[in-house]
């Protein structure tokens, strides 16, 4: 299954994505400086030129592969000053009737879209898709093979995302402890990074798009992007609406929602989705719950509750608490495929151990078997949304939404609670306004809502598509984080049509 949206399981919260219109790259205008023609064609200023006209040199990386780097201002206000490398990778079109480049993110904020093209293809695209485009798989700014954002090592990772507190939750002992491991945290990260720590915002990164556009040899984007890659396609649209070609936002993200409605609304999202797994498990007889869906909520509410007192030690001595164990529950619950291995990891936690959470929630936090972090997903997600929204850490506010995030979703909210503290004394601040984004002037935009999709709910996908001027909205009544490739035909082909043939359904198919 691939993260294409990260619970951060630090002891303060597990928040799932947060993305709003950062304010803190300066548009550049026509008339901010001379402008120049590129060899493509392309209308940019003087100091943009040199970016737009590079020529990428790829090479053969495997597998009918093909990969390269491409350079990219480190700060859109001042291109001059220092340059960034952005990693790609590519399939070249299979069929004979190529369209040109589809670029593909898989969300985050912090996945890497090269390892999603290049481990993953067939699962980001079908087949139709790949005769007819290069499939482009990219790691944004501050992600994976490009310059990225590094702040700990494997063990001070560790410590971070598992590391238990000493408090009792929600006390002025317990905010303390967690404020004094998210500034370290953050001091880690604004030491190693260095000056591209301030500029991985959302919109920064959809500028860099719109560079990979140009030297793609491509006069319009098109653009596959799941979960937060909405928000980054989205963003781009807002940026360069007469750049936008064929544009697919799958389990999309409202950016005008706030940070604890976001917070809030996954909350709800992640226990309506843990109720559809207990439906269909009670059912069956391997199921590790008895009775209704209601007394098997409860008994995962008091084992969360039940961890977070008294945690289980693992073989490797690492200590199973709440927050780990709510985001080994929140990884299989993606996708509805993956319940099975969901029941058995709850039979064998309630049976006193740890080792099925543990490879769950590792999994999801990219820490393979010996301990060591497989890319820098962590990192990178903090950085992105900590730049990218406003956050407020004031105990009396913060114990208010904790209330109201219990109420709303009572066995899960708790341990959602508190988030703003990981980003509150980050090193750059959000400087922005979230808005609506209206894309004026854009061609279509195809928004795909899955019913009961958890961590991006469907009710993002509904706004995201009203507030897009020319937005178009395709709904999967279904389960699970996202639609295209992995729920029906009706999605797929909606979305292959659109690619392929420009065609735009005339109204919501309701796949």
């Known amino acids: 299954m691939n993260r294409r949206n990260r619970v951060t399981s630090i002891a303060a919260a597990a928040l799932t994505l947060t993305l709003v219109l950062s304010g803190c790259a300066t548009l550049f205008t026509a008339n901010s400086a001379p402008t120049e023609s590129t060899p493509t064609g392309e209308q940019v200023t003087d100091s943009l030129a040199p970016f737009y006209s590079q020529v990428l040199q790829w090479s053969d990386c495997g597998d009918g592969l093909q990969c390269t780097e491409a350079t990219a201002p480190l700060d859109y206000t001042d291109p001059a000053a220092e340059d960034i490398s952005l990693a790609l990778v590519r399939q070249v079109a299979t069929g004979n009737d190529r369209i040109g480049s589809l670029l593909v993110n898989p969300g985050g904020p912090g996945g890497s879209g090269y390892d999603f093209v290049k481990d993953s293809l067939d699962y980001a695209t079908d087949a139709t898709l790949q005769a007819s485009f290069d499939i482009v798989g990219f790691d944004p700014r501050g992600v994976g093979r490009s310059s990225a954002v590094s702040c700990y090592g494997s063990s001070a990772m560790d410590k971070y995302i598992y590391g238990l507190t000493t408090a009792e939750r929600g006390t002025d002992a317990w905010i303390a402890e967690l404020t004094a491991s998210s500034d ?146 929140i990884y299989p619950l993606y996708q509805a495929t993956a319940w099975p291995q969901l029941s058995d990891m709850f039979y064998t936690v309630l049976h006193g151990s740890a080792e099925s959470a543990f490879q769950f929630a590792d999994a999801y936090n990219g820490r393979d078997v010996n301990g060591h972090y497989t890319d820098n997903s962590t990192e990178s997600f903090m950085a992105i949304n900590c730049i990218d929204y406003a956050y407020n850490a004031d105990p009396t506010a913060m114990r208010a939404e904790a209330a109201e995030l219990q109420a709303a979703a009572p066995v899960i909210g708790q341990f959602m609670s508190f988030g703003d503290i990981g980003c509150a004394n980050w090193h750059h601040k959000f400087t922005g306004e979230r808005t609506e984004i209206h894309a004026s002037g854009a061609a279509p935009i195809l928004v795909v809502g899955t019913t009961n999709d958890p961590a991006t709910p469907y009710v993002w996908a509904q706004q995201l598509a009203e507030q897009l001027d020319s937005g178009s909205l395709v709904t999967y009544t279904g389960e699970g984080h996202t639609a295209y490739n992995k729920s029906n035909s009706c999605v797929n082909d909606a979305v292959d049509s659109y690619l392929v043939d420009g065609i735009v359904p005339a109204s919501d198919p309701q796949c």
């Not at 909405?230 to 936002?249: C, H, I, N, Q, S």
């Open 184 to 329: 370290a945290f953050a001091a880690a990260c604004a030491q190693r990074t260095g000056p591209l720590l301030g500029t991985v915002d959302t919109q920064s990164a959809a500028r860099d798009l719109d560079l990979l556009r140009a030297v793609l040899g491509d006069t319009h984007l098109n653009y596959l992007g799941y979960s937060y890659g909405t928000f980054l396609g989205a963003t781009y649209a807002e940026l360069f609406p007469e750049k936008v070609g064929r544009l697919v936002l799958d389990g999309a993200v409202d950016p005008s929602t706030s940070n604890f409605e976001v917070t809030k609304t996954q909350a709800v999202g992640f226990e309506n989705a843990l109720r559809a797994y207990l439906t269909d498990c009670l059912e069956g007889e391997d199921c590790p719950f008895r009775g209704s869906v209601d007394r098997a909520m409860s008994t995962i509410g008091a084992l969360l509750n039940s961890v977070d007192a008294s945690p289980i030690t693992a073989k490797d001595g690492r200590q199973l608490g709440g927050n780990a164990l709510l985001t080994a529950i």
